[in-house]
């Protein structure tokens, strides 16, 4: 076979090859019916557990057998030196730290055992990966695990105090539309309650719609629906809520118009979030400041004068009488 026809071949396979895999990762991927699907899933759960239904059972749980025991046994050490040790003041500072958080199924005493088993665990941890890269030192590694053990105290709380910032932010962007659904509701001439039941169907996950379905919970357990609001608010801790909270219970105990008041708050609700807005908006050269300072503007030097501080350097290096000679002129 001649060469030029040899390289055609190999060119043209290669280009077929590149085609085919092109073809394969352009295809759309064919949408299957979500009832198809969950009918599958629930068929193969049930093969599964009639085939064979002990490993359908230990199975999930022997991947967390170990983790599950080592945390057993270290709330069983804890919990007895913990216990004693919370006053009254700590368990209502830590309940409200966990209700801002959303953990309302964390218990303070829970979060001491977190606490206590971070502080345990992370200087343990700490310690071996110190002990294989430098070694013991006299100097370093007490340091290292005394920085360690006061971290993993300290951590839970301060992972609790972000989660609850998250929070509070999301709550303030989901408000105003909550509250021009509530509007609508009470207009269309339903009832507060019945209002907040229909936000609670109509709108998506969020955490004021957890919110206003535990102040719905708590109103069906016999809790008055002005204390349930005010909880509320006490636990959510904004004041544009505090706000909302007021002008609720301050109409129904008047009885004025619930759908104004909701309507007002609404505006006031969406201005604020555009205020924010603003706010973050000129505060975005300041927050460039340090990258352009210490990330871009050096490489931008490096660039433009890289080139001239080399040839500078290389020729400040070089001996006298090392230029070349000059060209002798033509005959």
Request: charged residues 20%.
């Amino acid at each position: 076979m001649p060469q030029s026809m040899l390289i055609v071949v190999i060119l043209g396979l290669g280009f077929m090859s590149v085609f085919m895999l092109l073809l394969a990762l352009a295809k759309p991927k064919q949408k299957e019916d979500v009832e198809s699907r969950l009918k599958r899933l629930n068929v193969e759960e049930d093969v599964t557990f009639k085939l064979n239904p002990d490993e359908a059972v230990q199975g999930p749980t022997k991947q967390h057998s170990a983790i599950e025991n080592l945390n057993a046994q270290l709330d069983e050490v804890f919990k007895p030196l913990v216990r004693g040790r919370i006053s009254d003041s700590d368990t209502r500072s830590l309940k409200l730290v966990l209700e801002n958080a959303g953990r309302y199924g964390m218990s303070p005493l829970q979060l001491r055992l977190w606490q206590c088993k971070a502080a345990t665990m992370l200087p343990i941890a700490i310690g071996i990966i110190s002990f294989g890269v430098i070694g013991f030192s006299m100097a370093i590694t007490p340091l290292l695990l005394i920085g360690a053990a006061v971290g993993g105290y300290y951590y839970p709380l301060l992972a609790l105090h972000r989660e609850a910032s998250q929070r509070r932010n999301a709550i303030l962007r989901q408000l105003p539309t909550t509250l021009d659904l509530l509007t609508i509701c009470v207009e269309a001439g339903l009832s507060l309650q019945a209002a907040l039941f229909k936000v609670v169907e109509k709108t998506r996950p969020s955490p004021l719609r957890d919110e206003i379905d535990q102040v719905l919970r708590e109103i069906q357990l016999g809790r008055p629906r002005a204390e349930s609001l005010k909880n509320m608010a006490k636990r959510i801790n904004l004041k544009e809520v505090n706000s909302v909270v007021l002008s609720m219970v301050q109409a129904e105990a008047m009885g004025t118009s619930i759908a104004k008041s909701l309507r007002i708050q609404s505006e006031i609700a969406r201005e604020g979030r555009w205020m924010r807005a603003q706010e973050q908006a000129f505060q975005a050269p300041v927050k460039l400041s340090f990258p352009l300072v210490f990330f871009i503007f050096p490489v931008i030097f490096i660039v433009i004068f890289g080139p001239v501080g080399l040839e500078l350097f290389t020729n400040w290096q070089k001996p006298p009488g090392t230029e070349a000679p000059a060209a002798s002129p033509a005959p």
